[in-house]
C-alpha cells in the first residue's frame, strides 16, 4: 500500500506553517480530509440541497437516497444487523448522552452501579456522572494495570450482580490501549449488565464489528475518520432502541401529532428530531468508501508500525517519559522531561509540526499517571516515517532550547 500516495489525496497536508512543510500528528483529536470528501460534501450543496423524508420532488428525493445511503454504509462498516440500529448524532458525546439520558434514567435506581475506567475520556465520565446523581445509582471505576491496560481479573471484580451498566472507551486516547471490549461485554452480560463502547479511537483506526464485540451500544465521530465534523453515530441493539424513548422532539422524529399527545416515527428516525446532520452524513459516507477503499487491516499496521517506530526514536532521547502500554493503538503521548507539554507544542509547532498538549479530556487518567498534562503525537494514513523523523528532531530542538533557559 502507498501511503505516500494516499497523502497526495489530503489538500491541507501541502502546505507550509511557520515556513517548514506541516507535519500533522494530531489525528486522535481531528482527522484531516481527503479530497473525496470534500468534493462529496460539496456535490450535495451545489446539486442536491434538499430536506429529506419530507418532499417528493426530484431534489428531496436525490437528498434522501444519499442520506439514508449513507446510514447503510454505516451498518456495513460496523456490520450492524438492520439500518434500524444507526442512528446519526453529532458525535460520540452525544451518542453517550443519548444512552445516559434514555437509556440509564428509565432503568437504573438507587443501589444499581455505573462501571467505568479511569481511562474514559470526560463525555464517557461526565454523563454516567449525572446518570447516578438522577437515579441514585453509583458510579465505580475499574482500576488499571501498571502499565494502563484493563486486566480481566480487575474487570471480574468490579462487576457485579448490581452492574446494570459497563461503559468503556475501545481504544484509549491517551495511552493507546487496546481494550478487550469484547471480553468486557461477556463478562458484563453475565450479570445481566448492558455493554456502551466510546468507539471514538477505534472506528477510524480498525475493523470493528458490532456484532461480533456483543455490545449493546456503540458511539463514534465522523470527523475522527476522514468525515465532516458534526456527524456523529450511535449504533444500539434494536430491541433496547425500540424500548427508549427520544431525547429530542419536533419534526421529523414524529409519527402523529394530537392536541395533548402525539406518537414517534420507527427506528432510526424517532431519535432524529428536526432537519438532520444531511451533508455531514454524506461526507461520512463517502469517508467510508474512502476508508474501506484502502483496507482497515492496512491502516491499522500502518499506524502501529508508526507508532513502535516512533517509540524506538524517542526511547534512545534522554528525558523522554512515554506513557502507556507496549502493545498500542497509533499514538504515542509522552512528556520531556522539566519542560511543560505546552511548551513542547509550541516549540514543535514553530517547527511546523501539530501535536496535542494538555490533559486530553482525561483529567481522571492525569490524576492516575500523576502529571497536570502530556504531549500526544496520534498517527493515521497520511503520516509516514518522515513525519516520525521530524518529530523527533523537533523535540531535541526542544531540548535544546529549554536547556538553555532553564
Not at 460520540?92 to 443519548?98: A, G, H, Q, W
Not at 534512545?316 to 498500542?328: A, D, N, S, V
Request: proline share 4%; net charge negative; charged share 20%.
Amino acid at each position: 500500500m502507498d501511503f505516500h500516495a494516499i497523502r497526495e489525496q489530503f489538500p491541507i497536508l501541502n502546505q507550509e506553517v511557520n515556513g517548514h512543510p506541516l507535519v500533522y500528528l494530531d489525528s486522535a483529536a481531528t482527522s484531516q480530509k481527503p479530497v473525496s470528501v470534500i468534493e462529496a460534501v460539496e456535490k450535495y450543496y451545489k446539486q442536491n440541497n434538499s430536506n429529506v423524508h419530507r418532499g417528493v420532488h426530484t431534489l428531496g428525493n436525490r437528498a434522501t437516497d444519499q442520506y439514508e445511503g449513507a446510514r447503510e454504509k454505516v451498518r456495513n462498516f460496523i456490520n450492524a444487523a438492520s439500518t434500524k440500529e444507526i442512528i446519526f448524532t453529532r458525535g460520540t458525546t452525544t451518542s453517550i448522552n443519548t444512552v445516559a439520558y434514555s437509556y440509564a434514567r428509565a432503568n437504573l435506581s438507587e443501589g444499581d452501579e455505573i462501571v467505568i475506567t479511569y481511562m474514559e475520556h470526560h463525555s464517557n465520565i461526565i454523563p454516567w456522572q449525572q446518570a447516578a446523581k438522577a437515579t441514585g445509582a453509583t458510579l465505580k471505576y475499574i482500576p488499571l494495570q501498571e502499565d494502563g491496560s484493563i486486566g480481566l481479573q480487575d474487570v471480574r471484580e468490579a462487576i457485579t450482580p448490581n452492574t446494570k451498566i459497563v461503559s468503556m472507551m475501545h481504544v484509549s486516547n491517551v495511552l493507546g490501549s487496546v481494550n478487550p471490549i469484547k471480553d468486557v461485554a461477556a463478562i458484563a452480560h453475565e450479570n445481566g449488565a448492558i455493554m456502551v463502547v466510546d468507539g471514538a479511537q477505534s472506528v477510524p483506526h480498525m475493523k470493528v464489528d458490532v456484532q461480533e464485540l456483543d455490545c449493546d451500544f456503540y458511539a463514534f465521530s465522523g470527523h475522527k475518520m476522514c468525515g465532516p465534523t458534526g456527524i456523529g453515530v450511535l449504533y444500539g441493539k434494536q430491541h433496547l432502541l425500540e424500548e427508549m424513548e427520544p431525547v429530542e422532539f419536533g419534526g421529523e422524529m414524529i409519527d402523529f401529532v394530537h392536541l395533548y399527545e402525539s406518537t414517534w416515527k420507527e427506528l432510526p428516525w424517532k431519535f432524529e428530531g428536526g432537519t438532520p446532520i444531511i451533508a455531514g452524513a454524506i461526507g461520512l459516507g463517502a469517508a467510508i468508501d474512502f476508508l474501506t477503499e484502502i483496507g482497515l487491516d492496512n491502516i491499522y499496521e500502518h499506524e502501529t508500525r508508526l507508532a513502535e517506530y516512533a517509540m524506538k526514536q524517542l526511547r534512545e532521547m534522554e528525558g523522554i517519559t512515554i506513557y502507556g502500554p507496549e502493545k498500542r493503538a497509533g499514538l504515542v503521548t509522552f512528556n520531556l522531561a522539566d519542560v511543560h507539554p505546552h511548551d513542547t507544542a509550541t516549540v514543535l509547532d514553530a517547527e511546523g509540526i501539530a501535536v496535542r498538549a494538555g490533559h486530553h479530556c482525561a483529567q481522571p487518567l492525569m490524576k492516575w499517571l500523576d502529571v497536570t498534562a502530556t504531549a500526544r503525537a496520534s498517527f493515521y494514513l497520511y503520516n509516514t516515517e518522515h513525519d516520525v523523523d521530524r518529530l523527533v528532531e523537533g523535540l531535541k530542538k526542544t531540548k535544546e532550547y529549554f536547556g538553555d533557559v532553564i
